[in-house]
């Protein structure tokens, strides 16, 4: 367990888990719709996993309040810390490039919920909305995670999904979304993520918050999310064909880039 109250920074985090929306009446809008927003909003599992982005019609949703997350809680605490830790290294580096860095902002939320790229539903998994700038994150998705891929669900993985996140926002604010549909520029996004993930697992292991090694957990999550791993689980059969996040050596090999390096331009396209 990484010591994060050595981080003082703090990101933009909504809570909206006490005020988790069930999706009724799906309405699965078509294919190449759903191809394109989930290219966009890089769903790191659920994609594949489910097949889907599913776009629900807002008057299916429910409002269920509840107060069990009233107050800020350990995760919530930890989300923001993450993101804090990302915004100053992005800061940084933005700086250096003569640049403005805007931050993104970060949703916690349970089952379904509003974001400017339709609803976001916990089945798509982590991700990015670059309408709204914002991270859409139901954190029972690392106990899937788990479940389903062996991989782990540890402090520093989830934070590697964050900072994965944060690198799709950075993608977008520096225009590197756009104009991007097929497949194979999926992988080079998601792979570009990947390293930029990495870039803050370089930058936090100089603040000496880690146990020896701990940044395995990270690794192993990348490598648990690559498309050959998650295939061969779901569908049995791997197929290179329909990848759109890269294989988990791809992953790792990316990740590893940026960290080994701490180097921006090392996670060039
Ligand atoms: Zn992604």
């Known amino acids: 367990m990484a010591v994060w109250e050595r981080i003082g920074s703090r990101g933009d985090v909504e809570d909206r888990r006490g005020m988790s929306?069930?999706?009724?009446?799906?309405?699965?809008?078509?294919i190449a719709l759903i191809a394109g927003i989930t290219l966009?909003?890089?769903?790191?599992?659920?994609?594949v996993a489910n097949n889907i982005f599913s776009i629900v019609e807002d008057q299916g949703l429910t409002q269920q309040n509840t107060q069990e997350f009233e107050g800020e809680d350990?995760?919530?605490?930890?989300?923001?810390?993450?993101?804090?830790?990302?915004?100053?290294?992005?800061?940084?580096?933005?700086?250096?490039?003569?640049r403005a860095y805007t931050t993104p902002k970060l949703v916690l939320f349970r089952n379904a919920t509003q974001s400017g790229c339709g609803?976001?539903?916990?089945?798509?998994?982590?991700h990015y909305c670059?309408?709204?700038?914002?991270?859409?994150?139901?954190?029972?998705?690392?106990?899937?995670?788990?479940?389903?891929?062996?991989?782990?669900?540890?402090?520093?993985?989830?934070?590697?999904?964050?900072?994965?996140?944060?690198?799709?926002?950075?993608?977008?604010?520096?225009?590197?979304?756009?104009?991007?549909?097929?497949?194979e520029d999926s992988i080079k996004i998601e792979l570009q993520a990947d390293c930029y993930a990495g870039l803050w697992g370089n930058y936090i292991?100089?603040?000496?918050?880690l146990e020896p090694n701990e940044i395995q957990e990270a690794i192993d999550a990348a490598s648990a999310v690559g498309d050959d791993r998650i295939q061969q689980k779901v569908e049995g059969q791997i197929n290179p064909e329909t990848w759109t996040h890269g294989?988990?050596?791809q992953r790792v090999e990316s990740f590893n880039k940026g960290y080994t390096t701490g180097d921006f331009n090392s996670c060039r396209l």
């Open 40 to 47: 966009l909003a890089g769903g790191d599992l659920g994609d």
């Open 130 to 183: 670059p309408f709204d700038r914002t991270i859409y994150l139901d954190e029972t998705f690392f106990d899937e995670l788990k479940t389903y891929l062996g991989g782990s669900n540890e402090d520093v993985a989830q934070a590697y999904v964050i900072s994965h996140e944060v690198g799709h926002h950075i993608q977008n604010i520096l225009g590197d979304l756009e104009g991007r549909q097929t497949n």
């Open 74 to 98: 350990s995760y919530e605490r930890f989300a923001s810390t993450v993101l804090g830790s990302n915004n100053d290294m992005w800061n940084q580096i933005f700086q250096q490039q003569n």
């Open 21 to 30: 929306t069930v999706a009724g009446g799906i309405g699965v809008v078509g």
């Open 247 to 249: 294989s988990s050596a």
């Open 205 to 209: 292991s100089d603040l000496n918050i």
């Open 119 to 126: 609803i976001a539903t916990s089945d798509v998994g982590p």
